[in-house]
């Protein structure tokens, strides 16, 4: 049998007899590969940022709540303390104090966002093998999201910090901003300055990220997964879609939801004790994770 072979720089064609073989040159799978990480990233960026502020009032309100700030603490036992809390920093400071941190809060999300997404793909892909048993799969999953979430963390984490001492804040005249609680936390103690001092309170975050993400990731893949299987196909699946496994933004809003929900509910004691070390030097105290617990 003759065999003729023509390569280009994205392809080859190889002439087997009559027959022509199309192969997708390695160079050209990697900048697809590529291409669609970045722009899996930017897509995490821009939602994270939009969801940021859809419940950026919340946020600021929940940061309020689990640091035990002395003006709100009277509202976090109520059933109703969230209306009441929302309606004490409207009438005291006006509507916009609801979003105080909020600048902050959206210079973290997109990059945070972005690498969390963009790390996932890039670890299922070095990590999970296709065809692998869906008990390896699922751990496989978990420890991906587990690695994606805390290599969001480390690169931003000086902005959550930032992010949540300006949300703790409730002085009315001459509110910091941004630049200035940088500052304050940098210089903090006096001297030269630490840069590590925009680290407080990392570790109970790491502890939290690692099951936070990893049961996030994984929660939403098994969900998705669920979603395809013939029970919920007629009810999940976009019936015009090119693609016959393309869920509909419900099911993929639901399937995010869900998984939101089971991941926050498990890291929720971490995350208080998290908030609190974040903003103990206001009380000018020092506390361990046990102390703080």
Wanted: aromatic share 10%.
């Amino acid at each position: 049998m003759s065999r003729t072979s023509i390569s280009t720089k994205d392809a080859s064609t190889t002439v087997e007899g009559d027959h022509h073989v199309y192969r997708k040159s390695k160079s050209y799978e990697d900048s697809r590969n590529l291409d669609f990480a970045l722009r899996n990233g930017l897509a995490g960026g821009v939602a994270g940022c939009a969801a940021k502020t859809i419940v950026a009032p919340l946020e600021r309100i929940r940061i309020l709540f689990q640091t035990s700030h002395s003006h709100f603490t009277q509202y976090s036992t109520h059933w109703d303390g969230l209306i009441k809390a929302a309606r004490h920093i409207r009438t005291s400071y006006g509507i916009s104090a609801l979003f105080k941190g909020h600048s902050a809060s959206l210079i973290r999300v997109f990059p945070y966002a972005g690498i969390n997404f963009l790390a996932y793909e890039q670890f299922r892909v070095a990590i999970i093998a296709s065809g692998a048993p869906k008990k390896e799969a699922s751990w496989r999953r978990f420890l991906c999201g587990s690695m994606a979430g805390a290599t969001a963390t480390l690169v931003t984490y000086p902005l959550e910090l930032i992010r949540t001492h300006l949300a703790f804040e409730t002085v009315k005249n001459n509110p910091s901003s941004w630049l200035s609680i940088s500052r304050k936390i940098y210089f903090e103690g006096g001297g030269s300055g630490s840069f590590s001092k925009l680290y407080r309170g990392i570790a109970p975050t790491m502890l939290g990220i690692l099951p936070y993400a990893g049961t996030s990731f994984l929660t939403h893949d098994i969900l998705r997964d669920l979603a395809r299987t013939p029970t919920f196909a007629p009810y999940t699946l976009e019936a015009q879609a090119q693609s016959s496994t393309r869920l509909t933004a419900v099911a993929q809003l639901s399937c995010g939801a869900v998984a939101g929900i089971v991941a926050q509910t498990i890291s929720y004691p971490i995350d208080i004790i998290r908030r609190r070390m974040q903003v103990e030097s206001v009380g000018n105290t020092k506390s361990s994770i046990l102390k703080t617990a």
